[in-house]
């Protein structure tokens, strides 16, 4: 079975820029998560949905930041203007579940984008 | 508040050597989950273990054993004869209801195994 697939798992690009990054969850998942990663802050949620209805956007740093689940099997974040200190690797993981039967809140992640803005 | 400590940034050791990551958490509630994930150099996150707060069995997987105490609030995990390709960052991570759904990651701990 295939795992989350994240597009592109590289992005540079310049201060300003509009920048997109792309989630596949594992198919039947319904729950997708947004998290990022800093060496300053380690690993921390920016927002999760359940069946595509974002629930808690509360990690989402700044307006610039926004993320949209339009089916099942796909979700962006965006960032609108990008800076250099969005600098960070975003990973996407998904859960069958919150709690429920052993395993189904178990969160499966990822490969990552490493973004670097300059 | 959540909180989860790896309390050991870097560790290094010789193949074939035996290593415990140490992770201590705070939490309020009754019930939580508790789980440790593999990040290889190569950057993705594996998921390895997912322990609920009713279950202080420990657990043994190849090479890799667990134990979960409540009492100190620890859930370690233990690498016997390690081998190069354990090298990474683990992270120990937990979930409890005043978390919702967010995973509550400790700082990671980096192990580096030499030959």
Redesign the interface.
Known sequence: DAGVIQSPRHEVTEMGQEVTLRCKPISGHD?L?W?RQTMMR????LI?FNNNVP??DS?MPEDRFSAKMPNASFSTLKIQPSEPRDSA?Y?C?SSLA?RGR??E????????T?LLVL | AQKVTQAQTEISVVEKEDVTLDCVYETRDTTYYLFWYKQPPSGELVFLIRRNSFDEQNEISGRYSWNFQKSTSSFNFTITASQVVDSAVYFCALSDDQAGTALIFGKGTTLSVSS
């Not at chain 1, 380690?42 to 949620?45: I, K, Q, R, S, V």
């Not at chain 1, 809140?105 to 990552?112: D, H, L, M, S």
Request: aromatic share 26%; hydrophobic share 40%.
């Open positions: 729950y998560f998290y380690g690993l921390e949620l999760y629930i808690d990690g690797v990973f993981a919150l052993v395993g809140e178990t969160q499966y992640f990822g490969p990552g490493r």
